[in-house]
């Protein structure tokens, strides 16, 4: 197929734009936001001199009316195969093996900056994993997931049979997902561009100890995804089109509220699992994503911020926050949400972004995007709802990225990433007294709302400073290794119940000698209360807090902190299957002083399909 020129392309951007503003009536919050993606793919436009072939290998740039011939074809060899992350490898725990190039990869494999390879042969070892590590969209909140196969020497990892049944039990543990290979079918469309897949989570946690009442909660997850490489299908270089359905069925809320918490201690959180036996099915992505050359890669669509920034880094093929299952640590760290209008898995808005590889490698990342903020995005007529009818404003984030690091974490050096990244929300909000329901019941009577009088306040903004690294990988055998990792996140206190939040924590892969895969972690989370708030529930008059019964004391509880210690083992019996159980501490429920240290136990448990 005949690449489009530049004008052409221009031509294709602008028409979209000019139908839409023609087709209907649009607000200034649509209208700024179409032309900010449009604004996106033109600037990324003249960038797209890059050629591809068709097992999806970047080349050197040639001219559009010129083609590779079939003997330079020959000369560039597709890479030897080695492992890749791959969201389904966090979202389902499974990850996949395929050729150095540019290509779909799994569930919102995002076309990673592992994908990007420098147009020179001699140098494309050194740009190949970049942003499976550091840059990349986010392995999704999910257990942990399983890691990529171990490559190197005395490997014994064996691709699955191209059959409906496995060979053995043994083959069957084996296998990188619970179906296989499909009779063949699985990899013949995965190698023709269509890649499908899925996994299903579920969590159970209780509260044995402490805290105000003593409850269990479960909560699944089940999710399905498709992408779809343009390249494979169509032999055309425009990218990847990612499809994802997910499906929610019962409350942690609840647990939530018996502790009480201001962070869940289970990670499949939000996006409806708020009442007992309540149940969802909605679209969590649907979006078009390209890498234009070795320096920019877009994306836009149905998405939201939490796979792209203030994401977790991927280690060994696995997202290193959610190998915990407390939901202050696994997904990101939650006071960004709790503090702007920062989108979140699995709802879904109109988004998108751009990331820019000022080195056209894996060394730096600049990036920032624009999201539909959406207050309803939990709401069930918003579970399959397209467009911009709901939003109410736009949430801007920036992010800065180093990163450095071998070709995989079995590998060569020790990789170490730094995020340094900042939000502006364009909604004007109400300050930061209209975030004591929070607390009412706990920290005070709920009658004492009526002293409360919050005024309108100007955007929310914060800032934020990730950092994670290789602590140690073992000599005797590169898949046992040590990674540890840490975060601050700051909102603007006029507008933020927890102005102050961080969160550290180690991984350990490799437990014993026989068990390379399995994991134990140790992390937590601690939260300060707005001075704020405490100072408002301190000043409250005496007769308003004698009213604070319930059977727990009377009085008034000013909120100042609220933190998390989380340790878990996770057992991976078999490639395709994750047992974790976990056991959490609570200090300070709900913020206050109020209640006992509450002491959480839990297990997870994925299946990749």
């Not at 619970?178 to 159970?204: A, F, H, P, Q």
């Not at 959406?374 to 579970?383: D, L, T």
């Not at 397209?386 to 974490?409: E, R, T």
Request: charged content about 15%; overall charge neutral.
């Amino acid at each position: 197929m005949k690449k489009k020129s530049l004008s052409e392309q221009l031509a294709v951007y602008f028409n979209y734009l000019l139908f839409f503003l023609k087709r209907r009536r649009v607000s200034f919050i649509q209208r700024k936001f179409v032309l900010f993606l449009l604004g996106v793919s033109a600037i990324a436009a003249p960038l797209n001199y890059v050629h591809a072939d068709p097992a999806g290998v970047i080349l050197r740039s040639k001219p559009p009316e010129t083609s590779a011939s079939l003997e330079d074809e020959e000369e560039i060899k597709v890479k030897p195969h080695r492992r890749t992350t791959n969201l389904s490898s966090a979202l389902n725990g499974g990850t996949h093996l395929r050729p150095y190039a540019p290509a779909s990869n799994g569930m919102m494999d995002n076309q990673r900056t592992s994908d990007i390879q420098p147009f020179s042969k001699d140098d494309a070892t050194q740009a190949m994993k970049g942003e499976t590590h550091a840059f990349g969209s986010m392995p999704l909140p999910i257990a942990g997931g399983d890691f990529a196969p171990y490559l190197g020497p005395g490997s014994t990892y064996v691709p699955a049979p191209a059959t409906w049944l496995p060979r053995s039990f043994p083959a069957w543990m084996d296998q990188e997902t619970v179906t296989g290979d499909w009779g063949g079918w699985r990899s013949w469309l995965k190698n023709r561009g269509i890649n499908i897949g899925g996994r299903w989570l579920m969590e159970w946690n209780g509260n044995v100890g402490g805290g105000r009442e003593h409850a269990g909660r479960y909560a699944d997850e089940e999710a399905i995804f498709v992408d779809l490489d343009m390249q494979k299908l169509f032999g055309v270089h425009l990218g990847t089109i990612h499809y994802l359905m997910t499906m929610r069925q019962g409350s942690n809320a609840a647990l939530n509220a018996d502790i009480p918490t201001l962070d869940s201690t289970m990670e499949i959180s939000g996006g409806g699992t708020g009442t007992p036996g309540y149940d969802f099915t909605r679209l969590t992505r649907l979006s078009w994503e390209m890498l234009w050359n070795k320096y920019v890669r877009t994306e836009i669509g149905e998405m939201n911020a939490e796979t792209d920034f203030e994401q977790s880094s991927t280690y060994w093929g696995a997202n290193l926050y959610c190998q915990f299952s407390n939901n202050g640590i696994c997904g990101m760290p939650q006071s960004i949400a709790m503090n702007s209008g920062y989108t979140w898995y699995p709802s879904a808005s109109p988004g998108g972004y751009i990331k820019i590889y000022p080195t056209g490698n894996d060394h730096w990342l600049i990036s920032t995007g624009i999201y539909a903020e959406n207050s309803n995005a939990s709401a069930p007529h918003n579970y399959w709802n397209l467009g911009l009818d709901d939003a109410v404003g736009a949430f801007v984030p920036v992010q800065l990225g180093w990163h450095k690091g071998g070709v995989s974490d079995y590998e060569g050096p020790l990789q170490a990433n730094i995020k340094i990244g900042a939000y502006w929300d364009s909604r004007w909000v109400k300050d930061v007294y209209s975030q004591l329901p929070t607390f009412a019941g706990n920290a005070f009577p709920t009658s004492a709302l009526m002293f409360a009088n919050p005024q309108q306040n100007r955007s929310p903004y914060g800032v934020w400073v990730q950092a994670d690294t290789m602590i140690e990988r073992d000599g005797k055998d590169p898949r046992r290794g040590l990674s540890a990792f840490g975060s601050f996140t700051w909102g603007d206190p006029k507008n933020s119940v927890a102005p102050y939040f961080v969160t550290l924590g180690v991984v350990r892969k490799g437990t014993f000698r026989n068990r390379p895969n399995d994991t134990i972690s140790l992390g937590g989370k601690i939260l300060w209360v707005s001075d704020t708030l405490t100072k408002w529930v301190q000043d409250l008059p005496q007769n308003v807090c004698n009213t604070h019964q319930y059977g727990y004391g009377g009085g008034c509880y000013a909120p100042h902190m609220e933190s998390a210690l989380e340790l878990n083992y996770g057992w991976r019996p078999a490639n395709w299957l994750l047992i974790r159980p976990n056991l959490q501490f609570i200090f300070g429920p709900g913020g206050t002083n109020r209640y006992a240290t509450a002491t959480v136990v839990g297990v997870e448990s994925g299946i990749t399909f």
